[in-house]
């Protein structure tokens, strides 16, 4: 039986002793909100996962959702319909925005606090409510006032769902290539014709009505991307009364068959194939692409969750199996062929892997819940009018969203596989959840623009918007701590090599700088990828030392109310086998300890590899496909 491992004890570090959630309250925009019944809806949201959510998750991986070619229609595994019924009466649809509308207006951080649990636990259902809530905010943002009544209170409830249509065969990646057709009815609506491909939840009978966001092109409007607009499509149109009226020409073809997230539709939608189906513009005509970018940044932030929540998940399952699993004696008796069988955590290398799956996960949760955080810095510096600190949190977020994306799902990758690696055979085994979030991760470095795509959004806009602003924001972030902590009594040395890091960062900075000038673009677009991946792990690393600066005072007050001085071995050895507590701090040091010894030294080499100006892979002469 596949079980879901619930860390409260992390998420409640970061939201209370490393962000400090409370201080978010202080300001008019969440005055409303007691930290208590924040962090009650984050518990809460914990328990649903626990138990309602992770037991399909297991059961849906092999029931598969099924398409029905005889009507069209779409059934969920069981017990899916129930669950995102009871998830909306539990107010986590759209909880991160307007009361007005049926949201609960809770702050991004605890969205994503939440989130880190819904799609830890089952990432197949997590992807219904992410694309319904986006969906429903794209309406909330762009809509006329006529289409929020219509829409957002109906979505935000639970009674339809959402989507996001952007692809099409030859429109991937391309996403300007979209063929799809809006013709003025002449009525203030337009009829639509086009295929879209690979649409999560594009059908299914969770809900009675099921809402697209639509790209389409007007008639007329020059190719590219900046003649795509923006359309609410409705598998059945609304009828005045909040009810569902006639079909509207939105027909299922087909799911496809895939590695994971098995219960997750992944459907051919056909748009107008009898010549009815009707949209209704969204924002402006031809700045489709420029609104879409709302849901996608959303949705992109929410995948690098994906990764991050999957990766402690995996961590967590790893970690208790490892704690069971009995094999060899202990290293300092290896030769002693009586000598009792160990569990496996004792061994070294399984050590190293369990640390390695803590660091990681544990550095881009905090990393995750930041940019969160940043999220909404920004919206109340906003509201208060001070635009400088606006410009500062909201020039956090899109520079990060990136590397949150593309970071978060290869390295939430990258962990679950050492988790699956840690458990041995039984780790292959559908028995255990491992394989099944390795399966399930897979995804989240493709789709909402590939990682590919991420690294060349951060080398080609991200570092160089208002003249590299936002990138000095990040520079000074790690300035002001390293500045505050290189004499650390403890942490000192950790600080040095994230110094270190830092410069190696720098240099790529300066390198991508001037290749930019003289016109050395091929050096920037073949380094994107190794460049973002040194980001993240700088960026990881900083969080994981920020924490461990913390963890060290609460350690040190633990030691001080107990009269314990924290240099003698014998004593904390002690502590720590019997204070849960300082347990939780001790793993904290060394987790950033670790990371700090054993990745970011890589940084300085990874940095020049970036600046060797290596251009084989485009010198490569390969053979004609044959
Ligand atoms: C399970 C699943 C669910 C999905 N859900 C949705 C959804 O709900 N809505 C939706 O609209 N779409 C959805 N997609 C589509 C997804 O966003 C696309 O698959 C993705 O954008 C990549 O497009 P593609 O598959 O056509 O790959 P391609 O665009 O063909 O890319 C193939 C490879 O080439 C690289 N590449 C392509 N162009 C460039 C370039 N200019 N520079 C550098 N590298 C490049 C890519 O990084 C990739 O490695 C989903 C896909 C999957 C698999």
């Known amino acids: 039986m596949a079980d879901f491992y619930v860390d409260l004890r992390d998420m409640l570090f970061v939201l209370n002793e490393q962000i400090g959630l409370d201080a978010l309250l202080k300001s008019d925009v969440y005055s409303d909100w007691e930290i208590d019944d924040l962090l009650a809806i984050v518990e809460q949201a914990a328990k649903f996962s626990k138990e309602v959510l992770s037991p399909i998750a297991e059961t849906g991986d092999k029931e598969h959702c099924q398409y029905h070619p005889e009507d069209g229609s779409v059934t969920m595994p069981a017990g899916y319909k129930e669950a995102y019924q009871q998830f909306a009466e539990l107010g986590f649809l759209g909880m991160g925005y307007s009361p007005e509308y049926g949201g609960m207006g809770v702050p991004q951080t605890v969205v994503m606090a939440c989130g880190d649990w819904f799609v830890g636990a089952n990432t197949s259902f997590d992807l219904s409510t992410m694309l319904t809530t986006e969906a429903a905010h794209l309406v909330e943002t762009f809509g006329t006032e006529e289409l929020k009544n219509t829409y957002l209170e109906n979505m935000y409830t639970g009674k339809w769902a959402g989507t996001m249509c952007l692809t099409e065969p030859q429109a991937g990646t391309d996403v300007g290539a979209v063929k799809t057709n809006a013709i003025p009815n002449g009525d203030g609506s337009y009829r639509i014709e086009g295929q879209k491909i690979f649409i999560t939840y594009g059908d299914h009978d969770m809900t009675e009505n099921i809402i697209h966001a639509v790209l389409a092109r007007v008639e007329g409007d020059p190719p590219g991307t900046k003649g795509i607009s923006l359309f609410v499509v409705p598998k059945y149109l609304p009828n005045p009364d909040g009810s569902i009226g006639e079909f509207n020409d939105v027909k299922c073809a087909g799911l496809e068959n895939k590695m994971g997230i098995h219960a997750s539709p992944t459907a051919t939608i056909v748009l107008g194939e009898d010549g009815h189906?009707?949209?209704?513009?969204?924002?402006?005509?031809?700045?489709?692409?420029?609104?879409?970018?709302?849901?996608?940044?959303?949705?992109?932030?929410?995948?690098?969750?994906?990764?991050?929540?999957?990766?402690?998940?995996?961590?967590?399952?790893?970690?208790a199996y490892a704690k069971e699993r009995l094999q060899s004696p202990h290293y300092t008796k290896m030769k002693d062929k009586t000598a009792p069988k160990v569990?496996?955590?004792?061994?070294?290398?399984?050590?190293?892997?369990l640390m390695l799956q803590k660091a990681y996960s544990e550095g881009m949760r905090s990393f995750l819940l930041h940019v969160g955080y940043f999220a909404d810095r920004a919206r109340i510096a906003h509201a208060a009018g001070n635009e400088e600190e606006f410009d500062k949190y909201n020039g956090l977020v899109e520079i990060m969203t990136p590397v949150a994306k593309a970071y978060g799902s290869d390295m939430g990758f990258r962990v679950t596989e050492w988790a699956v690696q840690t458990m041995g055979g039984y780790g292959y085994m559908a028995e255990y959840p491992?394989?099944?979030?390795?399966?399930?991760?897979?995804?989240?470095?493709?789709?909402?623009?590939?990682?590919?795509?991420?690294?060349?959004?951060?080398?080609?806009?991200?570092?160089?918007?208002?003249?590299?602003?936002?990138?000095?924001?990040?520079?000074?972030?790690?300035?002001?701590?390293?500045?505050?902590?290189?004499?650390?009594?403890?942490?000192?040395?950790?600080?040095?090599?994230?110094?270190?890091?830092?410069?190696?960062?720098?240099?790529?900075?300066?390198?991508?700088?001037?290749?930019?000038?003289?016109?050395?673009?091929?050096?920037?677009?073949?380094?994107?990828?190794?460049?973002?991946?040194?980001f993240g792990d700088v960026l990881t690393g900083y969080y994981l030392l920020d924490q461990a600066v913390i963890a060290h005072e609460k350690l040190e007050g633990i030691c001080q109310a107990k009269g314990i001085d924290s240099s003698r071995k014998r004593k904390m050895r002690k502590l720590l086998a019997d204070d849960r507590d300082a347990r939780f701090y001790d793993g904290k040091l060394k987790a950033a300890v670790f990371f700090s010894n054993s990745i970011l030294p890589l940084a300085p080499g990874k940095a020049d590899a970036i600046r060797s100006g290596d251009k084989s892979a485009m010198d490569w002469v390969y053979d004609p496909v044959e």
């Open 277 to 319: 189906c009707k949209g209704w513009l969204l924002g402006e005509q031809s700045k489709g692409m420029r609104e879409m970018f709302q849901m996608m940044n959303a949705a992109r932030r929410a995948v690098g969750l994906q990764g991050e929540a999957a990766a402690n998940a995996a961590y967590q399952a790893a970690l």
């Open 434 to 534: 491992v394989e099944r979030y390795l399966r399930d991760v897979k995804i989240g470095s493709i789709y909402e623009g590939t990682n590919g795509v991420q690294a060349l959004d951060l080398v080609g806009r991200k570092i160089t918007a208002k003249t590299g602003a936002n990138l000095m924001t990040v520079m000074a972030m790690l300035n002001e701590f390293i500045a505050a902590h290189k004499d650390h009594p403890l942490l000192g040395s950790a600080v040095a090599r994230l110094a270190a890091a830092r410069d190696a960062l720098n240099e790529v900075n300066m390198y991508f700088f001037t290749s930019g000038q003289s016109g050395e673009f091929l050096a920037v677009l073949l380094n994107a990828t190794p460049y973002l991946e040194l």
């Open 343 to 353: 569990a496996i955590i004792e061994h070294p290398d399984v050590r190293r892997l």
